[in-house]
């Protein structure tokens, strides 16, 4: 065999040879090092409409695989352009520690569990919303009717004031349970009713006794009002504090009264007659 032939030979078998000792190298270097994605940002934003006063980075985000927080987790709040992880692909779990008068929302490439998934070259972006929580105020009215009155709670005119002044929704007619829903503002509020004669007012649950209380940011409050008849005539007669404003209601629950009356003026009319008559005869005697 000739000198040339067997360099020939050595030739390809070397060349076959590397080329299989890098197949080998590339098997083992994708076997061992794991395919990242571009990239995962997390942007965090806040909304203080109501009254609330934290910032994106008061929120504490967590990015994790399983159980387990990835490098980097957790990290304070970034607004846009956000936190950013370079991460294998694979499903993650994006989370938030609450602040209980905020509520939260995932968007983005995050779904509403704040779950995203990441694949090799293709970078996400998860979005997390946090909005401040309204306050709530429910009026309750309700009506003690004991001793003959006929009013109902949408008879009283209910007004819920800040400084005076009616909030959003008010005055409006009273409700039984739930009541009337109020979206207000962390303060201080008064409950009133307009009132009726013949019923007296008071307050309970979370409004003292003079209708007054304090709400914060996420508190739900209710205050109830309770009007209680007292033991006049129903609708007979109303008055005012000028003659003008003298009514007279004339309704089922009043004609009884109203009856008893006119029968008890005439029976004393009757009376005072015949005392009268009697009168007259005795002068007439003593002449």
Request: proline share 6%.
């Amino acid at each position: 065999m000739s000198v040339r032939s067997i360099s020939v030979r050595f030739l390809f078998l070397s060349r076959i040879v590397t080329s299989l000792a890098f197949l080998f190298l590339l098997l083992l270097f994708k076997g061992s090092s794991p395919a990242y994605a571009d990239f995962l940002y997390v942007v965090t934003g806040s909304i203080n409409d109501n009254g609330g006063i934290h910032n994106p980075t008061d929120f504490t985000v967590h990015v994790k695989s399983g159980d387990a927080d990835v490098a980097g987790s957790p990290a304070p709040g970034a607004r846009g352009p956000g936190t950013l992880y370079t991460l294998p692909t694979g499903t993650y779990k994006v989370s938030i520690d609450s602040i209980s008068s905020y509520a939260t929302n995932f968007g983005g490439d995050c779904d509403s569990g704040g779950n995203v998934t990441l694949s090799p070259s293709a970078g996400k972006t998860c979005i997390i919303t946090n909005n401040d929580r309204a306050p709530r105020l429910n009026v309750v009215t309700s009506v003690i009717n004991d001793g003959g009155g006929n009013a109902v709670a949408s008879d009283f005119v209910i007004h819920v004031r800040s400084e005076n002044v009616d909030v959003a929704g008010s005055p409006a007619p009273g409700a039984g349970s739930p009541g009337v829903l109020y979206e207000v503002s962390p303060g201080s509020y008064t409950v009133s009713s307009e009132t009726k004669p013949s019923y007296t007012q008071s307050f309970s649950g979370d409004c003292d006794a003079s209708g007054n209380m304090t709400i914060s940011l996420a508190d739900q409050k209710t205050c109830n009002v309770v009007n209680t008849f007292n033991g006049g005539v129903p609708g007979f007669p109303e008055t005012g504090n000028v003659l003008n404003d003298f009514r007279l209601c004339l309704d089922s629950g009043s004609l009884p009264w109203i009856i008893t009356g006119l029968s008890l003026v005439f029976a004393i009319y009757i009376l005072v007659k015949k005392q009268g008559q009697v009168g007259e005869k005795h002068e007439d005697n003593d002449l």
